[in-house]
């Protein structure tokens, strides 16, 4: 995942996690942050959703909304999500600076 900002620092634009989640039983509790990793920084973190699983060979599937976030500095960001406190999943995304259209006409 990438996203592109005209200026940096800057804000993204709110947008929705797709979350599968498999092997569970019982209630949790989600949430998602997202870590500024050169910065060592939490910049963004969703109120937890709640997820009911009654048989573990059961699915279940959410969308996290995540909310505009405030990016100081082009390079890495994780989004770890959390269930019941403990780490389940970690994906990085890159954000860059819109270089705009350079070529000559």
């Known amino acids: 995942m990438e996203f592109t900002l005209p200026t940096i620092p800057g804000r993204t634009e709110p947008f929705r996690l797709y979350i599968r989640l498999s092997e569970g039983i019982g209630q949790y509790r989600i949430h998602v942050e997202i870590h500024d990793l050169q910065e060592d920084q939490i910049i963004g973190r969703t109120d937890p959703a709640i997820v009911h699983w009654e048989e573990r060979l059961a699915t279940a599937e959410l969308f996290i909304s995540i909310p505009r976030l405030r990016i100081p500095h082009a ?3 994780d989004l770890i999500v959390f269930a019941n406190g ?3 999943d970690r994906q990085q995304f890159t954000v860059h600076q ?8």
């Open 75 to 77: 390079g890495p960001y």
């Open 86 to 88: 403990e780490e389940i």
């Open 98 to 105: 819109d270089e705009g259209d350079d070529e000559d006409e």
